[in-house]
């Protein structure tokens, strides 16, 4: 009997914890997608050449970007179904990419981003989930 108070009590605690955590990525989301659709959608720029850059490094920072985008995002809605996650998700990447194109400054649509976007995103739910499985 103690012991399912004990795990009744840990869930309330697990759940308010989910909830502060919830709080505060609902105030870090919406930031930091005005700042990811900014960045995507400025006017592009001629890069210049730096000792870290590579070929490809553009794939990796999409990768990267929609990761903390998937991330951010689960971790606001953690109840969100997993469809409904990933439709909203592949749909802004998909609409950045379009919009790049069509806003001719200098961006173009490249199909390996909305591949990047969506494992990055992937790559940030899956995360997420590892990181509450293991401390909550």
């Not at 505060?24 to 400025?42: D, E, G």
């Not at 998909?94 to 200098?106: A, N, P, R, S, Y």
């Not at 899956?126 to 909550?136: D, E, T």
Request: charged share 20%.
């Amino acid at each position: 009997m103690v012991q399912i108070i004990q795990n009744c009590l840990r869930q309330k605690n697990t759940r308010q914890s989910l909830d502060k955590i919830s709080k505060i990525f609902s105030k870090i989301l919406p930031i930091y997608w005005a700042f990811l659709t900014y960045m995507l959608l400025k006017p592009g720029e001629e890069n210049q050449e730096y000792w870290f850059m590579f070929n490809g490094i553009d794939k990796v920072l999409h990768l990267s970007i929609f990761a903390m985008l998937g991330f951010c995002f689960i971790a606001t809605f953690p109840r969100i179904k997993f469809s409904y996650f990933f439709q909203i998700i592949l749909i802004y990447a998909f609409l950045t990419e379009i919009l790049q194109e069509e806003m001719g400054l200098g961006r173009s649509m490249e199909s390996l981003d909305i591949v990047a976007d969506t494992i990055g995103c992937l790559i940030g739910y899956y995360i997420y989930k590892a990181l509450i499985k293991r401390f909550f």
